[in-house]
Every structure is written in C-alpha cells, then in structure tokens.
C-alpha cells in the first residue's frame, strides 16, 4: 500500500485555522471510516487527536476537528496556540494500517 | 491508567533478528475488543504500522515485512513480543508499541518508544 498524501507544511498565527489535508484511495480513506490523526512533538510519541475520522478522545481540545469527503480526509485546527506547533500524520486502516507522510505544522 | 513501555536491544548487527517486549498495563489483552500493535518510525521520517495482535491471539502483519515479523502475546506477563528477523540499517528507527482498539480502530495510547540502530 502506499502512504496516504499529506502537504508537507503549513503554518498559521496564533488564532487562525488551518487545514491538514489526508489524500488517499477508495481502497483505504475513502472506503473506510477510520481515519485518525495524530500529533508528534519532537522526540515524543505520537498522540491522538481524532479517531473514527471526525471523534475526538476525551481531553483533545474541540479547537481540533476532523472531517472526510471522498478520497481525503483533513484535520481543522481553529484557534492556533503555540503549543500546537507539532508534526500530524493521518492514519487509515485499508485492510491493514496506512500512514500518510506527515505534516510539519508551524505556528508563526 | 494505561500505559505501554517498549524494552530491546538499542544496538543490533546487520542479519540478525531483533527482539522488542511491549509490557502494559491498565487493560488486559484478554479482553474482547483490545488489540495492541507495533509502529516504527525511522529519524525524520514517517510512521509505519508492522503488526497486530488482538484479544482472540489472531495475528496481522504488514503485507510489505511480513516474512520477517512475528508477533506474540503473553497475557498473564501482559507483554507482547514482536520479532524481525535479518535486520538491515534501512531498519533503523524508534519503534513503539500502542494500544489498539479493535477491528479497525485507532492507536490511542503509545509507548515511549526504543530506538533501534543497525550496524556492524
């Protein structure tokens, strides 16, 4: 399987949005309800922060939101804080688990 | 509390088989429902999911390493093993186990990670 496609960075202000897109295929994102999303700060683990394309695990801030249409997934962050600067990989399950690049997230 | 920690040799040769041990806590394996699972990561790149084990002992790997995987539980240590045979320095990376919600679901809590170098 191929990874899924996500941009390799955005950046945003402290108080905008930003939108992480997740593109894959009617074989994994767009046939599945199971995408995740998950935050990594440099040299720690990954944490979720949406499962089930657009649930979010108790103690995720509601700033973060998910949301999937065809064949891409994305991640809405609204509200930037600093703490939010991360990197964030989407996830699908496809019969197995497919992970998408990752994307650097900078808050200017 | 959940919480999963990830033990292993930090060092291992080129052809030979790594063995990492995933010991948990705060849920049980025998549960239906829960599953646990391995994701490596190499330095500056991306997550990539290796295997699965769930509550029934039925067993998942990656199509693309799955000659070379082999996972296992023991539920009264409440560990998982998973062992990768004839290791090579594209190997290399930080390998975490996390907990699984299964079939399909998400990996909602991770281990710390043990990074793994492979070199002669």
């Known amino acids: 399987q191929s990874a899924l496609t996500q941009p390799r960075s955005v950046s945003g202000s402290p108080g905008q949005s930003v939108t992480i897109s997740c593109t894959g295929t009617s074989s994994d994102v767009g046939g599945y309800n199971y995408v995740s999303w998950y935050q990594q700060h440099p040299g720690k683990a990954p944490k979720l922060m949406i499962y089930d394309v657009s649930k979010r695990p108790s103690g995720v801030p509601d700033r973060f939101s998910g949301s999937k249409s065809g064949n891409t997934a994305s991640l809405t962050i609204s509200g930037l804080q600093a703490e939010d600067e991360a990197d964030y990989y989407c996830c699908s399950y496809a019969g197995s688990w497919v992970f998408g690049g990752g994307t650097k997230l900078t808050v200017l | 509390q959940v919480t999963l920690r990830e033990s292993g040799p930090a060092l291992v040769k080129p052809t030979q088989t790594l063995t990492l041990t995933c010991t948990f806590s705060g849920f049980s394996l025998s549960t239906s429902g829960m599953c646990v699972s391995w994701i490596r990561q190499p330095p500056g790149k991306a997550l990539e999911w290796l295997a699965l084990?769930?509550?029934?002992?039925?067993?998942y790997y990656s199509t693309s390493l799955k000659t070379r995987l082999t996972i296992s539980k023991d539920t009264s240590k409440n560990q998982v093993v998973l062992t990768m045979t004839n290791m090579d320095p594209v190997d290399t990376a930080t390998y975490y186990c996390?907990?699984?919600?299964?079939?399909?679901?998400?990996?909602?809590?991770w281990g710390q990670g043990t990074m793994v170098t492979v070199s002669s």
């Open positions: 996390a907990r699984t919600s299964c079939p399909f679901g998400a990996f909602d809590i």
């Open positions: 084990i769930d509550w029934d002992d039925d067993k």
